[in-house]
């Protein structure tokens, strides 16, 4: 079992739509968790922290659920510019090494 | 200018090369990452460093070798280049452990 898992789509919605995405872990001493995003063949950049208390950022809402080792990010009113692809990012241990999913791409569909 | 350069951008080289990338950061942060990137295969840890030679294996270190002589730079060399080594290499920094990385804009490396 990989250590972060994501279904990689692509997940495909108009714009408006309401998507959401998981991302399973395996460990369950994990420390923090964040979702970054990735533009075609640019670097990731962070899109938000995950934090135990689920936390919002504009039309963005990331949740933790340690009982189930899942994180989840949902985005509401989807735009164009939205079309990307999304790594789910655990810190599995008291290491400071940060393990990556392999990505769930969205295109958002005028 | 960046905050985290990387070095050269796009690279091709033949089997058996050596190979040396370059990441150098104005961000001053001890924590340096080298990743690579494979399509369907999400980031995978190379090699890590904590401070001024420290090094640390990742999951994929066999086939290369990483160099960590100051606080701003951190080298990622293949001694002889293979082409399952083609991949986009991304070098990274972090203040401090867990916490959000900053990312190069990444080093398209081809092995013919």
């Known amino acids: 079992r990989k250590e972060v898992e994501q279904d990689p789509g692509p997940f495909n919605v108009p714009e408006g739509a309401t998507v959401a995405f998981n991302c399973t872990y395996s460990n369950s001493a994990s420390q923090s968790f964040f979702w970054y995003r990735q533009d075609c063949r640019k670097e990731p950049k962070l899109l938000m922290s995950v934090y135990s208390s689920g936390n919002e950022d504009g039309r963005f809402t990331a949740q933790l659920n340690r009982a189930s080792q899942y994180i989840s990010l949902l985005i509401r009113d989807s735009k164009l510019s939205d079309s990307a692809t999304y790594l789910c990012?655990?810190?599995?241990?008291?290491?400071?090494?940060?393990?990556f999913g392999q990505g769930t791409t969205l295109q958002v569909k005028p | 200018d960046a905050d985290v350069t990387q070095t050269p951008r796009n690279r091709i080289t033949k089997t058996g090369k050596r190979i040396m990338l370059e990441c150098s950061q104005t961000?001053?942060?001890?924590?340096m990452y080298w990743y690579r990137q494979d399509p369907g295969l999400g980031l995978r840890l190379i090699y890590y460093s904590f401070d001024v030679k420290d090094i640390n294996k990742g999951e994929i270190s066999d086939g290369y070798s990483v160099s960590r002589q100051a606080q701003a730079k951190f080298s990622l060399s293949l001694e002889s280049a293979i082409p399952n080594q083609t991949a986009l290499y991304f070098c990274?920094?972090?203040?401090?452990?867990?916490?959000?990385?900053?990312f190069g804009s990444g080093t398209q490396l081809s092995v013919l």
């Open positions: 990012v655990v810190n599995p241990s008291n290491t400071g090494k940060l393990i």
């Open positions: 961000k001053g942060h001890d924590r």
């Open positions: 990274a920094t972090s203040p401090q452990q867990g916490e959000k990385l900053f």
